[in-house]
Nanobody, 118 residues
């Protein structure tokens, strides 16, 4: 599975940005997809994802401000980020959980920078 992210960039606090992540390859084995982020000197954390049951789950810090949605036909997930705050500044990574005969597999995109200025 390959993940290609797009979007991100620089925005002022209170603004909006959107990200997209397109999966290719053995996408039929993908169980869930979503977004994580990692700020400088911080651990990677969940932003939002679709579970294997198709339920959207959000990190506490983005609940109510970010929305994840998807185009299943195109194996693409999107992240709409509103009311951005400087604390949202991070590298955002697309993630896909898949599997093969040996067990689960985690795939990551290369990441896209989101910078929110105050």
């Amino acid at each position: 599975v390959q993940l290609k992210e797009s979007g991100g960039g620089l925005v002022q606090a209170g603004g909006s940005l959107s990200l997209s992540c397109a999966a290719s390859g053995s996408t039929f084995r993908i169980i869930s997809m979503g977004w994580y982020r990692q700020g400088t000197g911080e651990q990677r954390e969940l932003v939002a994802k679709f579970t294997s049951d198709g339920i959207a789950v959000y990190g506490d810090s983005v609940e109510g401000r970010f929305t994840i949605y998807r185009d299943s036909a195109k194996d693409t997930v999107f992240l709409q980020m509103n009311s951005l705050m400087p604390e949202d500044t991070a590298v955002y990574y697309c993630n896909a959980l898949s599997y093969n005969e040996r067990g689960p597999l985690d795939y990551w995109g290369r990441g896209t920078q989101v910078t929110v200025s105050s």
